[in-house]
């Protein structure tokens, strides 16, 4: 459709002081590329948990994106991951992949496994200062395009839980935050024919049927 704080190990609790020294010795960067990358890995990790829930015979199923089948959900997402890489390391990926089933393979979720190891061992504080280029002319940095970006793989996380018949409860922080990236981007992606008009909804919806009437989606349960 379009184009965190890291994990850290556990500490010992007999070296507690060390969890304070280290805290003051992180950069303000560092802390930052934490901060920038907290609601995109809880992102991504929601939509892993649909995706290893994927029965074998559900990945030609139709899915709410129209003329996309399961598999295309997780293969569009795969090449969503490997252009966040190519932003993180200055490399030229402007190539449109005209089958998004073919980023996910045979094996879709370890393709995005992998596809996910890969972008997170390039998001460092440098890779996040990088300008990313956007549709409409402008630039942005890396940090500030993952700070909008849970958008993307929140209503992702929908389509494929809804082709595959699943039941998949987003996180409702990230929800409510995407909706104003979301009523941003949906008047240029429509112009581009990316998504459908938005669909209408009850004044007292809640936020998840909000944010996927803005992107043209419906949902029944709220």
Not at 42 to 49: K, S, V, Y
Not at 137 to 152: A, K, V
């Amino acid at each position: 459709m379009w184009h965190a704080a890291i994990p850290r190990p556990g500490w010992p609790c007999s070296h507690a002081p060390r969890v304070a020294n280290a805290a003051r010795s992180e950069s303000p960067r560092q802390i930052l590329a934490d901060m920038v990358l907290d609601g995109f890995v809880r992102a991504l990790n929601g939509f892993e948990a649909v995706l290893a829930g994927v029965a074998p015979d559900r990945w030609d199923a139709p899915s709410p994106c129209a003329g996309w089948y399961a598999v295309d959900v997780p293969g569009h997402v795969i090449s969503d991951l490997r252009a966040v890489e190519a932003y993180a390391t200055g490399r030229d990926e402007t190539a449109s992949v005209p089958d998004p089933g073919s980023a996910a393979g045979d094996d879709p979720p370890g393709a995005w496994r992998a596809a996910r190891a890969d972008m997170m061992a390039a998001l460092d504080p440098a890779a996040l200062a990088r300008p990313v280029p956007q549709p409409w002319g402008e630039s942005i940095s890396l940090s500030g395009f993952l700070e909008r970006y849970p958008m993307e793989f929140l209503v992702h996380t929908w389509d494929l839980a809804q082709a595959t018949r699943q039941s998949a409860t987003l996180d409702p922080d990230l929800v409510r935050d995407a909706l104003e990236p979301a009523r941003q981007f949906a008047p240029m992606a429509r112009s581009f024919g990316l998504i459908g008009p938005a669909c209408a909804v009850a004044e007292d919806a809640d936020d998840l049927t909000r944010l996927l009437a803005i992107l043209g989606r419906g949902n029944a349960d709220g």
